[in-house]
C-alpha cells in the first residue's frame, strides 16, 4: 500500500489503513521518542499518544507528499515527547553566563557507534539532551528551540554548550574505562 493510499484510508478513519501507518511509523517514530524520553516504557506511551494525535489530526490535512507528511508526523512526536517532560516536570534549564563561547564542538579520538552515543545521551539531564536532540539531531534552530520550549535563543546555545561539553566528559570517561 503507498504512503498515499494509507494517507487516504486514515483520512476515512479506516482499521487497515491506520495499521498500515503505524507498521510504517511506529519503529523510527519509537526510537525518536527513546531519543527525549529515557524511560522505554514512556517513549512506548508517548508514542502511541502520539499516534492517536496523528490519526484525529489527519483529517484535516492534505496530502502533499512523502517528506512533508513525514515532516508533520516527526513534529507530533517531538512535540507529544516534550509535552512529557514538561508533564513530569524534570524539565529542566539553567542560564551559565560562563558558557558564551560555543565554538568547541563534541569531539573523541575513538569513533562511538549510535548505540554508545545514545547511551552516553541518556546519562545527560533532560534539558541538555532536549535541547541536543532537538538542534544536533532534528536540525531546528536555537529560535525555534526557544519556541518550542519556552526558552530564550540564549538559553538554548547555553545548554547545547552544556551539552556539548557533558558529552565531552562523558566520551572521555568511556575512553577511559574502555582503556582500563
Known sequence: MT??????????????????????????????????????????????????????????????????????LKRIFINQSLMHLRQRKVFWMTLDHESADLSNPLQADDELSAQQLLQLLFELPDGYRTVFNLYAVEGYSHQEIGALLG?????????LHKARRALQELVKKSENGAKS
Open 3 to 72: 504512503l498515499e493510499a494509507i494517507f487516504y484510508a486514515c483520512q476515512q478513519e479506516n482499521r487497515q489503513g491506520q495499521k498500515a501507518l503505524y507498521d510504517r511509523y511506529a519503529s523510527r517514530m519509537y526510537r525518536l521518542c527513546v531519543r527525549y524520553l529515557r524511560d522505554t516504557a514512556e517513549a512506548e506511551d508517548v508514542m502511541m499518544e502520539a499516534f492517536m494525535h496523528v490519526f484525529e489530526g489527519i483529517g484535516k490535512l492534505s496530502y502533499q507528499g512523502e517528506r512533508p507528511f513525514e515532516a508533520w
Open 151 to 159: 526558552i530564550s535563543e540564549s538559553t538554548s546555545k547555553s545548554q
